[in-house]
């Protein structure tokens, strides 16, 4: 869920992909970068425009422990992976971890720099989800259907502002805000592996690809914490989380996100006592 103001960084991206990308599926090559946030890929360049985003998830459970708090997303979007874009069109579903230990699923949608809104659309983990964004004008259409159980959603609503010049499919660290311009980025929830199928985009042209189709580049993004700092909900943290995606695989409409843990004394957490959290709102702002 987005801010009017991207506080986070973009990372220098790194071109090299690694062997095991190239062993598993040579159709999935990508430019790899990191990001302090997100987790998946981003198609992008060659001058595309993007309509229509979609693509399915399996609803992930949490691996929680009582006394902190932690968090992740999971959504598929328009805009929002230029450095200087302003505008993110975004739906998908959250799997939370509360102070006593239990996980918390839920459903948002976001246009940013409007504020999310929760949707009333129960999910459970192993639930299959579909989700799509289209853009038509500054009418975005958005949808959400939970496979398994045989319910969803949609909504069509007028965006203040656009940016069609990427479209993703994303595993998020998300960001509690203060305001505006007083975002930190939250502890990453563990989930294990989380993996996206069928995910396709298509631009104004009409032309339908995967995630390393021709048409654009794919850029495989790796969340990492280093310099990151954090509200938690104590006054220190052993470890967090980060989280790396697969390589795309050979029907280049697939990958896999995987969690893992890094000693938070290696990473600049800067811990902050959680009650300056009561009036704050959860956000999932660009990269």
């Given amino acids: 869920m987005g801010v009017s103001v991207f506080f986070v960084r973009r990372c220098a991206a790194a071109v090299a992909v690694s062997a095991a990308a190239l062993i598993w599926a040579p159709s999935a090559l990508a430019d790899t970068t990191t990001s302090t946030n997100w987790a998946g890929y981003a198609a992008h360049g060659n001058g595309a425009v993007f309509r229509t985003v979609q693509g399915f998830w399996r609803q992930p459970s949490a691996s929680c422990v009582r006394g902190g708090s932690a968090y ?25 971890c509360t102070p006593g230990g239990q996980a918390h699923s839920s459903a948002w949608y976001e246009l940013v720099p409007a504020a999310a809104v929760q949707l009333q659309l129960a999910v459970h983990p192993g639930d299959l989800m579909r989700a799509g964004v289209t853009v038509n004008g500054r009418r975005v259409a958005l949808s959400l259907y939970d496979v398994t159980r045989g319910r969803g959603l949609s909504k069509t609503l007028t ?6 010049t990427s479209a993703e499919w994303i595993v998020e660290a998300p960001s509690e805000c203060l305001g505006p311009a007083a975002c930190q980025t939250l502890p990453l929830a563990n989930f294990g592996t989380a993996g996206f199928t069928d995910a396709s985009a298509t631009t104004t042209t009409g032309h339908t690809g995967g995630i390393n189709d021709q048409a654009w580049q794919a850029t495989r993004i790796k969340l990492v914490p280093d310099g990151r700092r954090y509200f938690v909900s104590n006054g220190a943290v052993a470890s967090i989380g980060t989280a790396t995606p697969s390589a795309v695989g050979a029907d280049s409409r697939s990958f896999k996100v995987f969690y893992s843990a890094v000693s938070a004394a290696a990473s600049h957490v800067r811990a902050r006592i959680s009650s300056v959290l009561g009036a704050a709102a959860l956000r999932h702002p660009g990269r």
């Fill in 72 to 96: 992740s997303s999971y959504w598929v979007g328009i805009g929002g992976y230029s450095q200087t874009s302003q505008a993110l069109d975004q739906i998908g579903t959250e799997v939370d």
């Fill in 159 to 164: 965006a203040s502002l656009l940016d069609t």
